[in-house]
């Protein structure tokens, strides 16, 4: 057996030894999916930061982004740093957990539903995140099987089913406190991953200098402020990551489940400077992946001389940390990636039993009945999501830009315009739940770039609700 398969081995008997803790812990549905609703900032900053980045980041946009725009990718990391990251912790940290607490829910749609007072917005955003996180969870799911597959050589269908089924058994066992509880150490794994891959990617490069001559000597743009694909496509990126924050579910949820405006400010600055250093060295990374993996020497990482995007960065990965350290990058990848499953599974599971099954079909659902149906549907999404990435519909950037763009349109107006003022009404948030996805899927379907989609639709929820607030009463708030 060899150090690598020991090293996973001891690391899954870990996460279910955590989840087995979980377990014991949880006597309710708010245990469940929110940890009793008093997590401390060290577990809540590393829970959010994990779940902001995953396989997406390191496998799909890192590979992708890094090669079309250079350093100039290192943008997104910054906006995504302080826009998804410290404004969220800054400014609406402390506004969510007092609404959580004022309104007396636990989902975003449930908010939606007292908020504006409209079981209709309550219905179309559940739907909407069941449908949406799919994509996301399997764009997750197939970033994992790709980095196996180069890892282990092992099929990529293998890959696949042994991932789903970990998954699957680790969240139905303990729910969010043992997520929170092993997020800490994903978040330390994380760490220690991207410091070594840093530094060896580095000196395969021949220090930083010399990464930048070789790059500029393959097109000076990949070393300018915007890269060659244009301001506008970059732009798109960075509001996409950066801004769809502020509303998506599976972030948001943290909030709920943190102790008190204390803990907040401590895991604002934790999970800030967590982001900056994880997202810095992704895209990073990502440029520097234009100088090791060639069709040559890289087979898989290249079809007919062009780049497989999903599968550049496990071959970089590969080849640039020793053989002895390549289980470290194994654990980065799949730490980052285990948190957001979990995240998007519980929101996803939670969108069918609490908003859908108990909100509108058997609204005195027992505590231990719903806490029970969110295991069994926290396993049915996960194999639902794995048979998705099975079918590989499109690369990982695309089905995250689709995944973040529609929730994003879903959320973003109705939330924040929600959070901030009482004039927002009932009739200008469905309008721009409506529209916005309407004009992201829309694009989409008309051939336009998922992440210019999910940016635009984004836009129009923004936009919609004081606009058409303007002109129609005004909801409780």
């Given at each position: 057996?060899?150090?690598?398969?020991?090293?996973?081995?001891?690391?899954?008997?870990?996460?279910?030894?955590?989840?087995?803790?979980?377990?014991?812990?949880?006597?309710?549905?708010?245990?469940?999916?929110?940890?009793?609703?008093?997590?401390?900032?060290?577990?809540?900053?590393?829970?959010?930061?994990?779940?902001?980045?995953?396989?997406?980041?390191?496998?799909?946009?890192?590979?992708?982004?890094?090669?079309?725009?250079?350093?100039?990718?290192?943008?997104?990391?910054?906006?995504?740093?302080?826009?998804?990251?410290?404004?969220?912790?800054?400014?609406?940290?402390?506004?969510?957990?007092?609404?959580?607490?004022?309104?007396?829910?636990?989902?975003?749609?449930?908010?939606?539903?007292?908020?504006?007072?409209?079981?209709?917005?309550?219905?179309?955003?559940?739907?909407?995140?069941?449908?949406?996180?799919?994509?996301?969870?399997?764009?997750?799911?197939?970033?994992?099987?790709?980095?196996?597959?180069?890892?282990?050589?092992?099929?990529?269908?293998?890959?696949?089913?042994?991932?789903?089924?970990?998954?699957?058994?680790?969240?139905?066992?303990?729910?969010?406190?043992?997520?929170?509880?092993?997020?800490?150490?994903?978040?330390?794994?994380?760490?220690?991953?991207?410091?070594?891959?840093?530094?060896?990617?580095?000196?395969?490069?021949?220090?930083?200098?010399?990464?930048?001559?070789?790059?500029?000597?393959?097109?000076?743009?990949?070393?300018?402020?915007?890269?060659?694909?244009?301001?506008?496509?970059?732009?798109?990126?960075?509001?996409?990551?950066?801004?769809?924050?502020?509303?998506?579910?599976?972030?948001?949820?943290?909030?709920?489940?943190?102790?008190?405006?204390?803990?907040?400010?401590?895991?604002?600055?934790?999970?800030?400077?967590?982001?900056?250093?994880?997202?810095?060295?992704?895209?990073?990374?990502?440029?520097?992946?234009?100088?090791?993996?060639?069709?040559?020497?890289?087979?898989?990482?290249?079809?007919?001389?062009?780049?497989?995007?999903?599968?550049?960065?496990?071959?970089?990965?590969?080849?640039?940390?020793?053989?002895?350290?390549?289980?470290?990058?194994?654990?980065?990848?799949?730490?980052?990636?285990?948190?957001?499953?979990?995240?998007?599974?519980?929101?996803?599971?939670?969108?069918v039993v609490k908003d859908l099954y108990a909100g509108f079909l058997n609204r005195s659902s027992s505590d231990a009945r719903l806490t029970g149906l969110m295991r069994v549907a926290s396993v049915g999404f996960v194999l639902v999501s794995v048979v998705l990435a099975y079918f590989r519909p499109a690369t990982i950037v695309a089905i995250l830009g689709v995944s973040w763009g529609a929730i994003g349109s879903v959320f973003l107006g109705p939330f924040l315009w929600g959070l901030f003022t009482q004039r927002a009404g009932r009739a200008g948030a469905i309008a721009a739940s409506v529209l916005g996805l309407a004009v992201c899927v829309g694009m989409y379907a008309a051939g336009r770039p998922s992440p210019e989609a999910?940016?635009?639709?984004?836009?129009?929820?923004?936009?919609?609700?004081?606009?058409?607030?303007?002109?129609?009463?005004?909801?409780?708030?």
């Amino acid at each position: 057996m060899t150090v690598k398969t020991l090293v996973i081995a001891a690391y899954a008997l870990m996460i279910i030894g955590v989840g087995i803790v979980g377990l014991r812990r949880t006597r309710s549905f708010n245990d469940f999916f929110l940890g009793g609703g008093d997590v401390g900032p060290w577990m809540t900053a590393f829970t959010y930061a994990t779940a902001y980045f995953s396989a997406v980041l390191f496998i799909g946009f890192a590979g992708k982004i890094g090669w079309g725009f250079g350093y100039s990718g290192l943008w997104i990391a910054l906006c995504n740093a302080l826009f998804g990251v410290l404004f969220v912790w800054g400014v609406l940290g402390h506004r969510i957990k007092r609404m959580s607490v004022d309104y007396d829910v636990a989902t975003m749609a449930e908010f939606f539903e007292k908020r504006y007072d409209s079981r209709f917005l309550k219905l179309f955003a559940s739907i909407a995140v069941f449908i949406f996180f799919i994509p996301y969870s399997a764009a997750v799911f197939m970033g994992l099987s790709y980095l196996f597959q180069a890892n282990f050589t092992i099929d990529y269908t293998l890959a696949l089913v042994l991932m789903g089924s970990f998954t699957a058994l680790y969240l139905a066992l303990g729910g969010y406190k043992s997520m929170a509880m092993v997020d800490v150490a994903f978040g330390m794994i994380m760490l220690v991953g991207v410091a070594i891959l840093l530094g060896f990617t580095l000196k395969a490069g021949g220090g930083l200098p010399s990464i930048t001559e070789q790059l500029a000597a393959i097109n000076p743009k990949l070393t300018a402020a915007v890269g060659p694909p244009g301001l506008w496509p970059l732009f798109c990126l960075i509001f996409l990551t950066s801004v769809a924050p502020l509303g998506m579910p599976q972030l948001v949820q943290k909030f709920y489940a943190i102790k008190d405006r204390r803990a907040i400010r401590i895991g604002m600055v934790a999970s800030t400077c967590f982001a900056l250093l994880i997202g810095g060295v992704a895209y990073f990374t990502g440029a520097a992946s234009r100088l090791f993996p060639s069709p040559e020497s890289s087979p898989t990482a290249f079809a007919d001389g062009k780049p497989v995007f999903d599968a550049l960065m496990p071959e970089m990965l590969a080849r640039v940390v020793p053989e002895s350290l390549s289980v470290l990058m194994l654990l980065l990848i799949l730490s980052a990636s285990m948190s957001t499953l979990a995240a998007l599974v519980l929101i996803s599971s939670s969108a069918v039993v609490k908003d859908l099954y108990a909100g509108f079909l058997n609204r005195s659902s027992s505590d231990a009945r719903l806490t029970g149906l969110m295991r069994v549907a926290s396993v049915g999404f996960v194999l639902v999501s794995v048979v998705l990435a099975y079918f590989r519909p499109a690369t990982i950037v695309a089905i995250l830009g689709v995944s973040w763009g529609a929730i994003g349109s879903v959320f973003l107006g109705p939330f924040l315009w929600g959070l901030f003022t009482q004039r927002a009404g009932r009739a200008g948030a469905i309008a721009a739940s409506v529209l916005g996805l309407a004009v992201c899927v829309g694009m989409y379907a008309a051939g336009r770039p998922s992440p210019e989609a999910g940016t635009i639709g984004m836009m129009v929820s923004l936009v919609t609700v004081p606009l058409v607030s303007l002109f129609t009463p005004a909801s409780r708030a």
